[in-house]
C-alpha cells in the first residue's frame, strides 16, 4: 500500500525549484507520486512506507539544499 505525507518546504523562490524538488523526490525508491507547490511552498508525496520513511523523504529535501518539514 501507499501512504500520502505533506510537506512544507522553503527556499523554493521560483518555478524552477519547484521542477528540481520533484523531481529529487520523483527519483526516491518507493516515491510514487510528488507534487509541488510553489504558492503554498507545500509538497504531497505518495510513498510506500515499506521502503522509505517521512523522515528520509525530509533529509532528501534538506540534502538538495531546501529546508523541510513534516505538517501534521
Ligand atoms: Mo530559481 Mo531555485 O532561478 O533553487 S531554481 S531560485
Redesign the pocket.
Known amino acids: 500500500g501507499t501512504l500520502v505525507g505533506q510537506f512544507t518546504i522553503g527556499g523554493?523562490?521560483?518555478a524552477?525549484?519547484v521542477n528540481?524538488v520533484e523531481g529529487i523526490l520523483r527519483d526516491l525508491p518507493g516515491v510514487k507520486r510528488a507534487v509541488v507547490a510553489l504558492a503554498t511552498s507545500l509538497g504531497e508525496v505518495e510513498y510506500d512506507p515499506t521502503v522509505i520513511s517521512k523522515d528520509d523523504i525530509v533529509n532528501a529535501i534538506e540534502d538538495a539544499?531546501f529546508e523541510a518539514s513534516l505538517v501534521q
Do not use: D, E, R, Y
Open positions: 523554493m523562490t521560483c524552477a525549484c528540481s539544499g
